[in-house]
């Protein structure tokens, strides 16, 4: 995928960086999903998103452990700084459920934009903290050793043909 042209003045309008910032997640999607087409193929599995929760009652826990909690079995899967659980993938083979795990390789495609960045924000950005997320595992599954796919991606390094001034309250 080519980057967009120039216009006149020599950098990337908007217009034109948001239309290639979209075709380029349209091409990471895809690959993404050629690559766990690929994956799962010989294998025979099927990747199903399942429901997630945050476990917070339960100490020491880590990836991959399985266990109760409130009469409920669960399977603990991830660690993340997230504002609501979110679904996670997992490939089923037979009774064994097998997380997904990503790793995707990044390209920079670097672009001059016309203008000048954005000032950063004044206000502090707060992350949620850090929690454990995991999924409800009924009694006859178990829990495989992750599956791994890989795919290559490339994203727009942008930078500018103009500096911006910004106050000095809003530098960091």
């Not at 009469?71 to 083979?93: I, M």
């Not at 178990?142 to 727009?156: M, T, V």
Request: overall charge neutral; some cysteine.
């Amino acid at each position: 995928m080519a980057p967009p042209l120039p216009g006149g003045s020599g950098c990337v309008e908007s217009r034109e960086l948001k239309a290639f910032v979209l075709a380029l997640e349209a091409e990471r999607q895809r690959a993404r999903t050629a690559a766990l087409s690929a994956t799962l193929a010989p294998i025979n599995g099927q990747a199903r998103e399942h429901r997630s929760v945050f476990e917070e009652s339960v100490q020491g826990l880590h990836i991959g452990q399985v266990y109760e909690s409130n009469g409920q079995r669960y399977a603990a899967v991830a660690q993340l700084a997230a504002p609501f659980p979110p679904p996670v993938p997992l490939v089923q083979q037979d009774n064994t459920l097998r997380p997904l795990e990503e790793r995707p390789r990044a390209h920079p495609v670097p672009l001059l934009v016309c203008g000048g960045p954005a000032c950063p924000s004044t206000s502090a950005v707060s992350l949620p903290p850090l929690r454990w997320i995991a999924v409800p595992f009924a009694q006859e599954w178990q829990l495989g050793p992750p599956l791994s796919i890989s795919y290559d991606f490339w994203w727009a390094q942008v930078s500018y043909d103009r500096a911006q001034k910004c106050p000095a309250s809003a530098s960091h």
